[in-house]
C-alpha cells in the first residue's frame, strides 16, 4: 500500500494534491495498477525462473555446492514454496482495495481492470495450492480498526466460480464505461498511461485481456467441470453455467472480432509486463545471474527433434533464444550419474555440450532475447488463445472440423514463434520450413498430443501456466519417478502450504489438512480441476 502511494503523485490530479501538502490522501484506483503488475509478474518469473521451470523439465539447476534441494527432483525448500504465497496475497490485498477505491470513484473501467488483477492473482495463488483463504481474505486494508488475520480456507471449484463471475461483472462494468462514453457522461474510459506501462490506460485492451483470461480459466476448468455434468454455478445473477457452451461463444466472438466478449485480437494485445536492465525498480529477479541453468535433455529433445537439415537453415526457431546449445542435461539422476554426465559433456575449460539459459543472441549491436534481462515478460500471450481453441476444437467442443483446428494450431506456433523471433516474419524461409514440418506430422488422431506439446513450449517463461496445463491434460509426457526423485516418483501436484500457516491460522489451517488434503501438508493430492480421469491416467504413464 505504501509503494502504490508512492506513486500516485505521477497518475493523480496535481490541483487534488496541492491543496493539503502535509495531508495524507486515499491514492485513486488507477494508481495501483503498475505497482501490481510489475510486482505480481515480478513474482511469478521468480518462481518460473527456480520452481516451475524445473518441474515441467525445461530446465536442470545442479548447484549442489550451494543446496541440496533440488526442485527438479522434488525436494524443495521452504523459501520456494512459501514465496508465492507471501507475495501475491500482497497484491491481492492491493487489487481489493483498488476494487473498493474504483467503486467509490464510481469509475466502472478501473472496477473492470481491479477485477481482472483481483482475479489474475487469485488463480495464481489457488492455483498453486488448491484451498486457500479467497472470499474473506486481502481485506485487512478495508477492516481499519478491527484487523483480522485469520482467515477460512475456501474449496476451490467455489473460488473459481466466483472467479468466472468476476470476470463476467469486469466485462459489465467495460460495456458500462463505454455506455457513459457515448452518453457524453464520461469523457473516456482509458486512464494516464504512466499509471499502466502494459497497456498504458488503454481500457480496450485491458477488456480483451480480461476475456482471454476468462477463456483460460474456463479451459482450466472443462475437463472437470465435464466429468461433473459439464454445468458450474456462477450464483444467482449467472445461473448455471456450461463451460463448452461459453468457450464456444468466446471462439464466435474472436471470429468475428466483435461480440459481447472481445478478445484479443493479436500479439499487440498481448499481457507484457515490462522489465529493464537500466532502471534498478525494474530489474528482473534475476538481473545479477550470470551463469544460469542448464536447460533439460526434454525440453532440447523436443526442439531438436525439428532439426532435420541444420545445414539448410532449417530447425525450431525458438531454440537459439532459449538454450545456448541444443543438447540438454537429465533430470532425476543421483548426483553420481549427473557429475558422471557433466564430466563427459563439460570440459574442465567451460567447453560444454550441454546448453545454458538465461540466453541473449547478439543481433545489431544489442541483445534480444535475454533472459536475465529480457525488457518483458508475458503474464498472457496471444497464441495461447488459439492453442486453447485448437484443444477445444479437437475435443468437439466447437463447431469446427479437424481442418480448422489444425488450421489453428498452425497459426498458435506460428505466433508462439513469432513472440519470441522479432527479426523474422511468417513468410521467412525457416519459419515456413518449420511450420510445413509440423504441418506435416498432424493429424486427426495425434492432434491432441501435438496441440499440448507446442502449448507447452509456447508457455515458456509464462508464470505457472505450463505446469498447470500438466496437472490439468498430463502433456506432454514427462517421466517423473527417476532414481533421485522424491514424492513417491510424483510431479507435485500442488505447493505446501506455507509453514507459518499452522501457528498463524491454526484453525483454518488444520481443517484444511485434515480434510481436503487427508491429514498431511502433501505435495500429491490433486487440485480440484486436475482431479479428472483423463489427467491422473496420463500423468500415471510418466511413472510407468
Known sequence: MAAVALT?????????????????????????????????????????????????????????????????????????????????????????????????????????????????????????????????????????????????????????????????????????????????TLSTADFSPLCDYMYEGDVDKWRRFGNSLYLRLLMRVSLKVEEEGGLISLGEEYGEMNVRNKIAELYDCFLSGSGDYPMMRGRSDAALVGFSKYNSALYTPFYSTTSGIWNSVVACNTLVDKMYDKAAGFEDPRLNFYFTKPMGAPTQWLKSDLDEFMETNVSSLGNSLVGRYPRGIKVT?????????????????????????????????????????????????????????????????????????????????????????????????????????????????LKTNGPAAENNGILPTRMRYPADEKYRNPNSYADAVGGWLGGSNNMQTDVWWASTAESRAMRLKGRQ
Open 8 to 184: 500516485a503523485a505521477g497518475c493523480a490530479n496535481f490541483d487534488e494534491m496541492n491543496e493539503n501538502p502535509y495531508a495524507v490522501y486515499d491514492a485513486p484506483a488507477e494508481s495501483f495498477v503498475q505497482p501490481m503488475l510489475y510486482n505480481t509478474e515480478y513474482a511469478l518469473v521468480q518462481r518460473t525462473y527456480d520452481l516451475v521451470a524445473e518441474l515441467v523439465q525445461y530446465s536442470v539447476n545442479r548447484s549442489t555446492e550451494i543446496t541440496s534441494q533440488m526442485n527438479y527432483n522434488y525436494s524443495i525448500t521452504e523459501s520456494v514454496v512459501a514465496s508465492l504465497w507471501q507475495n501475491l496475497y500482497l497484491q491481492a490485498g492491493n487489487a481489493e482495495y483498488m476494487l473498493e477505491t474504483a467503486e467509490k470513484e464510481s469509475n466502472p473501467a478501473m472496477k473492470g481492470v481491479a477485477m481482472v488483477m483481483k482475479v489474475l492473482i487469485m488463480s495464481n495463488i489457488a492455483d498453486t495450492y488448491g484451498n486457500v483463504p479467497y472470499f474473506d481474505a486481502a481485506k485487512i486494508a478495508s477492516h481499519k480498526g478491527d484487523i483480522s488475520y485469520t482467515t477460512t480456507y475456501d474449496e476451490q471449484n467455489l473460488i473459481y466460480a466466483d472467479m468466472l463471475r468476476l470476470l463476467e461483472d469486469a466485462n459489465r462494468a467495460f460495456g458500462e464505461a463505454n455506455e457513459l462514453v457515448s452518453a457524453g
Open 365 to 477: 549491436g544489442d541483445y534480444i532475447s535475454d533472459l536475465q534481462n529480457a525488457d518483458h515478460y508475458a503474464l498472457m500471450n496471444y497464441s495461447e488463445l488459439l492453442f486453447i481453441f485448437a484443444e477445444a476444437g479437437q475435443r468437439g467442443w466447437l463447431n469446427i472440423a479437424y481442418p480448422q483446428v489444425k488450421q489453428h494450431y498452425l497459426r498458435a506456433v506460428t505466433e508462439a514463434v513469432l513472440e519470441w523471433h522479432p527479426y523474422v516474419t511468417e513468410s521467412s524461409e525457416n519459419v515456413v520450413k518449420f511450420i510445413d514440418t509440423l504441418s506435416s506430422e498432424i493429424d486427426a488422431d495425434n492432434a491432441l498430443d501435438k496441440i499440448l506439446t507446442q502449448k507447452w513450449i509456447s508457455l515458456f517463461w509464462v508464470g505457472i501456466e505450463s505446469w498447470c496445463d500438466y496437472r490439468r491434460t498430463g502433456y506432454p509426457l
